[in-house]
């Protein structure tokens, strides 16, 4: 892949989670006297100590595989404040309900990754939730205004079956094609493990005693710390922010705008088990709650039983007496995959490919001896709720790492070719909104050797 198209992915990647390398506006002004400014491009700033923490990202993010200097990366940088800019000047439009999306995700991957929602204030500095919140819009509204700005400039370009061959022959003379990795397609049918009526009314009325001794006085922190099946009650001391936009569970959501401040639920129902839910505190758009979550059991006699069931659908699909798709159909119990001849898709492409060198490793364990139209044996599973399950997998397609062939990969050549006329096309762009554009290198930047005139000298 061309050089420029690998920076500009993993700039993009940084741009979402490393957003503390811009300042926020109550500390703008201070990090200026200690910080150079490198570059302004319009009215949009490019730090010094962005270059560094941005080349750094880069650098272990991709394990060390791609390395560039200071000039490359600022660069790229200026790139990406130029499209910044002219969004605004080209009056591009963004919801405030995709940033608040945006900001939502980012607070959960941040709360994941410190373990709770106060560490991650404390961590980058912010006073509250909403000067995080604050910093993280911004941050946000940049980079949707960048991807809608690119968007834009690229949305009439198109490639022709012409374009493609003479790309793909461009790579073959010059030695360049590139290496596609062994690439498989699977397929699955599963039987979900449910409990009994008997047990989930068990469940709930031990949550409704729960609930009764909360009421008369005992600590719902502390109920949830000794009762609680969520980890998530040691790692954030029990407490969510919940937004209408958050990527919560929908009864979770509607039962935090429901209750009012100190109010406890009455036992409801997730995918996750059933639930006791205290709302503590409303922040403008916000609401701070608590849970404690309860799975109801399944017992080993039922996970035996539904193991023999999937071996039984195996075997009547190994003697031919009802096909893999027909299966699907009449037994699974996945809502994902049974509507689609069990197709599994990809969780981080959404296509059905799975590049076998980056799957995950359970799963890779699992297929990676597979031949084409073979299956696994039935083997227990739980999914992200902790949702009992046994299930089998089909190697439904496999191809092995090759040299690009221009009709066997005719639609990742087409793909890798419409990139590189989008690059093209937007590198033009910025060489001709770089003219009318106001941009102010710092003295110790103007020695780089850019690729773009951003020093605008008059050519010789």
């Not at 730090?47 to 595989?65: A, V």
């Not at 790139?79 to 910044?84: I, N, R, S, V, Y």
């Not at 980058?124 to 980079?143: P, R, S």
């Not at 409303?282 to 309860?294: D, M, Q």
């Amino acid at each position: 892949m061309p050089y420029k198209t690998t920076i500009l992915k993993y700039t993009k990647l940084i741009a979402i989670i490393a957003f503390i390398g811009f300042s926020s506006t109550e500390l703008y002004s201070q990090k200026v006297k200690i910080d150079g400014v490198a570059v302004v491009v319009g009215k949009n700033i490019v730090l010094d100590s962005d270059i560094t923490k941005f080349k750094q990202e880069i650098e272990i993010r991709t394990e060390g595989k791609v390395s560039i200097t200071d000039c490359e990366m600022l660069e790229e940088l200026m790139q990406q404040k130029l499209l910044a800019h002219h969004a605004v000047v080209d009056s591009v439009v963004i919801a405030d309900s995709e940033i608040s999306s945006k900001v939502e995700k980012s607070i959960q991957y941040f709360t994941q990754q410190y373990g709770s929602l106060d560490k991650v204030i404390k961590a980058y500095g912010f006073n509250d939730l909403d000067d995080l919140k604050k910093e993280l819009h911004t941050v946000q509204k940049e980079n949707l205004l960048i991807e809608k700005e690119q968007a834009k400039i690229t949305e009439k370009v198109d490639v022709t079956p012409e374009e493609v061959r003479l790309y793909f022959n461009g790579l073959k003379e010059s030695g360049q094609l590139p290496q596609f990795p062994a690439e498989i397609e699977l397929a699955q049918i599963v039987i979900k493990a449910t409990a009994t009526k008997e047990e989930e009314e068990r469940i709930i009325a031990k949550l409704n005693k729960i609930k009764k001794e909360i009421e008369d006085g005992a600590s719902f922190k502390m109920k949830a710390i000794i009762n609680s099946e969520d980890p998530g009650v040691t790692q954030n001391g029990g407490k969510y922010p919940v937004t209408k936009e958050s990527n919560f569970i929908k009864e979770f959501k509607e039962m935090a705008f429901t209750l009012d401040v100190g109010q406890i639920s009455e036992p409801f129902k997730s995918q996750f088990g059933y639930h006791l839910m205290q709302l503590h505190e409303v922040k403008g758009n916000t609401r701070i709650a608590s849970h404690i979550l309860l799975k109801p059991e399944i017992p080993e006699e039922k996970l035996k039983e539904i193991k023999e069931s999937v071996e039984k659908i195996i075997t009547e699909i190994k003697e031919g007496k009802i096909t893999f798709e027909e299966a699907v159909k009449k037994y699974s119990e996945d809502d994902d995959t049974k509507f689609n001849g069990g197709l599994i898709l990809n969780p981080y492409t959404g296509e059905s490919k799975f590049d076998l060198t980056r799957m995950d490793p359970a799963l890779y364990a699992r297929v990676n001896d597979l031949k084409k139209g073979e299956m696994t044996y039935a083997f227990y599973d739980e999914d992200g709720a902790g949702e009992k399950m046994y299930k089998f997998i089909l190697m439904k397609d496999r191809t092995d790492t090759h040299t690009a062939d221009l009709v066997e990969d005719y639609v990742k050549i087409q793909q890798l070719a419409l990139q590189k006329k989008k690059e093209e096309t937007i590198t033009k762009w910025s060489k001709d909104k770089i003219k009318d554009t106001y941009i102010k290198l710092g003295e110790s930047h103007r020695k780089c050797d850019f690729k773009k005139n951003w020093k605008k000298e008059i050519a010789k």
